[in-house]
C-alpha cells in the first residue's frame, strides 16, 4: 500500500484527508535539503548575470511546472525593472514536440530542441518526478556533453537523474506519490522566482 493510499485508508472523511494530505505535505517539506536549494539559486543568479539561457523540460504535470516557472522568472524580471532570465520552456511548442515525437521519437524531443542552440554555460532544469524519464535523461546527458549546468527537480530516490544532474533537489517520498512531489516543485518555483524578485527589489531600495 502506497502512502497516500494509507493516508486515505485512516482518512476517509473528505475533511480528513484534506487534513492528513497537508500534514504529509509538511514532512515531505521538511526533508528538503535547503543547502542544495540554495545553490540551485546560486546557479540560476550566474546564468542570468552571464547572460546565458536557462532550458526547462519535464513531461507531463512537470511540463506545466516548466511552463509556469519559466512565466515567474519572466514576470519577476519585468516587476523590477528588467535586466532578467533568459528562460525557456521546451515543453510549450506543440508543434515542435509532435514533429520530433513523431518524425523521430518522443525520447529526443528535448534533445533535438537543444541541439544547435545550447552553448557551454547554458543551464538545462529538469523537472521530473521519477528520475527515469528517456527524453530528460537523453537531454540531460547531451547538455553536460556542451559544457551546460544540468540542474534536477527530482522525487522520489532521484532516479537516473540524480547521477547524472550536477545540481538536485529531491524530494524525497515513496515512488509513485506525484502528487506530493509535483506540489513541492510548484512551491520551488515561487520560493526561487519570489527570492530573486525581493532581493533585487531590496538591492534598489539600498542604492
Known sequence: MSMMEDVYKNNKSASDYSKAYISHLIETFGCLDHAT?????????????????????????????????????????L???GGGFRAQDLTCNVASLTALANDVGYDKVFSCQLEGVLDAGDVVVAISASGNSPNLVGAVEYARAQGAVTVGLLGFDGGSLAKLCHHCVIVSTEKGEYGPVEDVHMVLDHL????????????????
Open 192 to 207: 526561487i522566482s519570489s527570492y530573486f524578485c525581493l532581493s533585487r527589489n531590496s538591492e534598489r531600495k539600498c542604492s
Open 37 to 77: 536549494v540554495a545553490r540551485v539559486i546560486g546557479v540560476l543568479e550566474q546564468a542570468r548575470l552571464g547572460k546565458k539561457r536557462i532550458f526547462f523540460i519535464g513531461n507531463g504535470g512537470s511540463a506545466s511546472t516548466c511552463g509556469h516557472f519559466v512565466n515567474d522568472l519572466h514576470a519577476g524580471s
Open 79 to 81: 516587476r523590477h525593472g
